[in-house]
C-alpha cells in the first residue's frame, strides 16, 4: 500500500513536492526548522478512490484537519504526504487503516476517521480497524458495530464475562450495543430468550398515580427499548417473539422471585435501582445465562436518601471473577457533537459542587450537612 521507491511526479503536477524527493526522504526543513518528509502512498487498483477519499473528498478533508502539519494531496491512486516526520508516519499508518476498513466493504465517514487518529495518537494496542470493522449485527442493510475503542472492549468484555457493568454517559451506547449482542446470541442460539428490563417509574417505582391500566402505566417506561428492538429485529416478527416469551420486556419488579436461566438479561437505567432491587436482580442469574447492566451515575432520578445500587456495586463486587465493570466517557458519545461537549461540561460543574460542599458543610450541623450530602448523590437528572 505504501510506495517505498519510484519517481516523484514534478512539481507542476504534484504541488507538494520538493525538488523531485524519493518517497520517505527528508527535504529541507520547514519554516518553523521542523525536519521535513515527503511521502508516497500507492493505493491498490482494486480500491475505489471514492470509498477511500469520501464523496466530494469529505474524508480527505478529514484528514487534513486532523494534519494541520501535513501537506495531503490525492490524485489518482496516489497520495502524497509531506511534513514533519511524525505526522508523515501517522498519516501513513491511518490510509493503511482505512485501506482496511474500505476492503471490508464499509463506508468511511470523517467520524470515523477522527476517532482513528484518536487511536493512533494514543498508541492502543488495538488497531482502529479492528474497531470499525467488529459487526456486532445486521438487519434491513443496517449494520451494528462499536464505533469507539471503549465500545469495542466493552462488547469484548460481553463475550468474555458472565455479568457485564456499563457505565457512562448518555449517548455511549452503553444499552443499545449490549442489545445487539442479546440479539447476536439469540440468532446464533447461545440463549433461548432475551429479558429485557429497567426501573418501571425512575423515583421508585411509583405507578399510581398514572392513568390508565397497568400496561398503559408501564410502557412509557420501556419504550426506549422497545425502539432498540426494532431496530434489530423485523418489527413483523417481534409480537410473535414476544408471545412466545422469547423477548420478554419487564419492569425490574416483575423479576423477583424468579430465576433466569438460558436467558440474555439487560438491566438498563441501573442508577435508578435501590442498593436492595440491584441484589435482587444480579441473584436472578441462572443457568447458562449471562447478565448486562447499564447506567449513568449522573443521572439518579431516586428520592432523596436512597443510595443508588449502582453506586455501590463495584465496591461490593470487587474481587468476584467472572464480573466486569466497563466505564465509557464523553469521548464515546456517538451522537451529536454537542452531547459529548455538554457531558464534560456538567462534569466540570459537579466537580465544582464538590470542592465548594465541605466549605457549606462547615456552616451547618450535623443533619444540614447529612441532608446536603445525601441530596447531592441523588441530584436529579438534568
Request: charged fraction near 20%.
Amino acid at each position: 500500500m505504501t510506495e517505498s521507491n519510484g519517481t516523484i511526479p514534478p512539481t507542476s503536477q504534484r504541488g507538494s513536492q520538493a525538488n523531485g524527493a524519493s518517497p520517505g526522504t527528508a527535504i529541507p526543513a520547514g519554516n518553523d526548522g521542523t525536519p521535513q518528509a515527503v511521502h508516497r502512498i500507492v493505493v491498490p487498483p482494486t480500491i475505489n478512490m471514492v470509498s477511500l477519499l469520501g464523496a466530494g473528498d469529505e474524508v480527505l478533508r478529514s484528514i487534513e484537519r486532523s494534519f494541520p502539519k501535513a501537506d495531503i494531496h490525492a490524485r489518482g491512486n496516489e497520495i502524497t504526504v509531506t511534513g514533519p516526520f511524525g505526522e508523515v508516519a501517522l498519516v501513513e499508518r491511518l490510509i493503511d487503516e482505512l485501506l482496511v476498513v474500505v476492503g471490508a466493504g464499509q463506508s468511511l465517514t470523517a467520524d470515523a476517521v477522527e476517532r482513528s487518529v484518536g487511536m493512533l495518537r494514543q498508541q492502543t494496542k488495538e488497531r482502529p480497524a479492528d474497531v470499525l470493522t467488529l459487526n456486532i449485527l445486521s438487519n434491513r442493510g443496517k449494520t451494528i458495530r462499536p464505533k469507539t475503542l471503549n465500545q469495542k472492549r466493552y462488547v469484548d468484555a460481553i463475550d468474555q464475562h458472565t455479568i457485564v457493568f456499563g457505565i457512562g454517559p448518555a449517548g455511549t451506547g452503553k444499552t443499545y450495543l449490549a442489545m445487539a449482542k442479546a440479539v447476536q446470541a439469540l440468532q446464533a442460539k447461545q440463549v433461548s430468550r432475551i429479558i429485557l428490563t429497567r426501573p418501571a417509574v425512575e423515583a421508585g417505582e411509583r405507578l399510581g398515580f398514572l392513568p390508565g391500566t397497568l400496561t398503559e402505566k408501564i410502557d412509557p417506561y420501556l419504550r426506549p427499548l422497545y425502539d432498540a428492538l426494532h431496530d434489530m429485529i423485523d418489527p413483523e416478527s417481534i409480537p410473535r417473539l414476544m408471545a412466545a416469551g422469547t423477548i420478554e420486556v419487564a419492569p425490574l419488579a416483575y423479576m423477583r422471585g424468579r430465576t433466569l436461566n438460558d436467558a440474555f438479561i439487560i438491566l438498563d437505567e441501573a442508577q435508578n435501582t435501590s442498593a436492595e432491587q440491584m441484589k435482587m436482580f444480579l441473584t436472578r442469574l441462572g443457568f447458562n445465562s449471562r447478565m448486562v447492566v447499564t447506567g449513568d451515575v449522573t443521572q439518579v432520578d431516586l428520592p432523596s436518601g436512597t443510595q443508588s445500587g449502582l453506586r455501590i456495586v463495584q465496591d461490593i463486587l470487587d474481587g468476584i471473577d467472572d464480573v466486569r465493570f466497563m466505564v465509557l466517557n464523553s469521548n464515546d458519545v456517538v451522537r451529536h457533537r454537542l452531547v459529548g461537549e455538554i457531558v464534560d461540561a456538567y462534569g466540570r460543574w459537579d466537580a465544582v459542587q464538590q470542592d465548594q460542599a465541605p466549605q457549606a458543610g462547615a456552616n451547618q450541623g450535623p443533619r444540614q450537612a447529612r441532608d446536603t450530602a445525601a441530596g447531592r448523590r441523588n441530584r436529579p437528572a438534568r
